[in-house]
């Protein structure tokens, strides 16, 4: 019984165990994409049997060692039609098939959220654009515990491995929902199996797709496009929840945003007023929580790096007195796009984050950044 619990299980709306077919279907167009599947695959294994059922018979019944002549046949006009009009009827047959289903998921209108998805290196963000919850934004990585993991080089059996984040995309059941996707860097593709989507995010270009997710629960894919070193670090949580948890959901989001603007103005407003100054205290709170999200995963919690990643602890970009020097390296990236450019991130994100890196673990500097030394920077 021990050796069994230690052992990986199947991950509800995710990969199964020595799993041979799809992930249960959670959409109609899911489903039907399953049923295409199977019907091009039952065609094709029929033409398989019949292909070489013939070749093998022919190859055993006219054999040699059985004092079989070669002959020359005619070539009947028939024959020609046959096995040019068969294949191109099969063809066509499959291809009316398989368009249904493609117009089917390019068809956008009537759609109850819009959701704009921007692939980065190598996270997700997500936009609320449209629909009960216009107006939250968030960034969705992967979580730093699994990073650890996979740093470590010892894993204890996990049934997400590399599927866990930190914030997943949260979306009604029942509702249509628009996926906007682009990218900020290079091509991305953001696909969750069970729910039957899956769309190249391409700088530069705007495309969309849909899903209607069909019941509840955490549905997990990954970025389908190999986009870089940490391609296998960028995963896909989407959890649907019932249209009442949902609204709740979107409540807890929305106003709790607000309540913070207006209960500590003064730690709120250099996101919106680069003109503000946070205290040291302030900027180390949020640098935290930016470093936790967006850092951690690649320096590490204790910034020591790993590998190729250089360490932020004691390095001398980090602990010199001018902060620019630091703030290229943040805004313009490094080490070929081993490090990408965090534009994305805000002033006030970037300037406490720098600040928590000049004043944690060694680098007890006492140096303070600003939100327009950002500007500037920029």
């Known amino acids: 019984m021990g050796a069994a619990a230690q052992q990986v299980n199947d991950l509800p709306g995710g990969p199964a165990v020595n799993g041979l077919n799809f992930q249960p279907a959670a959409s109609n167009v899911a489903e039907g994409l399953h049923g295409l599947h199977w019907i091009m695959l039952a065609l094709c294994a029929v033409i398989f049997v019949l292909v070489f059922g013939v070749m093998f018979y022919s190859i055993i019944k006219h054999r040699k060692s059985v004092g079989h002549q070669a002959q020359e046949l005619p070539e009947p006009l028939w024959v020609e039609l046959g096995w040019t009009i068969v294949p191109f009827i099969i063809v066509v047959i499959m291809g009316m098939m398989a368009t249904k289903y493609v117009v089917a998921q390019k068809d956008t209108t009537g759609s109850d959220l819009t959701i704009k998805v921007v692939g980065m290196q190598w996270k997700w963000g997500y936009e609320y654009l449209k629909g009960e919850g216009e107006g ?43 996926i906007i996707t682009t990218a900020n860097d290079v091509i991305h593709a953001w696909m969750v199996p069970a729910l039957g989507v899956k769309q190249d995010a391409v700088p530069g270009f705007v495309r969309d797709n849909w899903f209607m997710a069909n019941r509840t629960g955490d549905f997990y894919g990954q970025c389908a496009e190999l986009c870089g070193k940490e391609h296998a670090y960028m995963p896909i949580h989407v959890r649907v929840l019932s249209a009442e948890d949902y609204s709740a959901w979107v409540a807890e989001q929305q106003p709790e945003a607000a309540q913070v ?104 500097t006492g140096q303070v950044v600003q939100p327009a030394e950002v500007v500037a920077a920029r």
């Open 136 to 178: 939250i934004n968030f960034l969705s990585t992967l979580d730093v515990s699994h990073r650890q993991l996979s740093n470590s080089g010892n894993l204890p059996p996990t049934d997400d491995y590399l599927l866990k984040v930190d914030n997943p995309l949260v979306v009604p059941v029942n509702k249509k929902v628009r």
């Open 261 to 364: 603007a207006e209960a500590t103005p003064a730690a709120a407003a250099p996101a919106e007023d680069t003109s503000k100054e946070w205290t040291q205290d302030e900027l180390m709170a949020q640098g935290e929580k930016v470093y936790a999200n967006n850092c951690a995963a690649c320096h590490q919690a204790n910034g020591q790096g790993a590998g190729a990643i250089k360490p932020l602890d004691g390095s001398a970009i980090v602990t010199d007195a001018d902060a620019a020097k630091m703030l290229q390296v943040v805004l313009n990236g490094a080490g070929n796009g081993g490090m990408p450019p965090w534009t994305h991130l805000s002033n006030a994100d970037i300037a406490a984050v720098a600040t928590y890196a000049k004043n944690n673990w060694s680098n007890k």
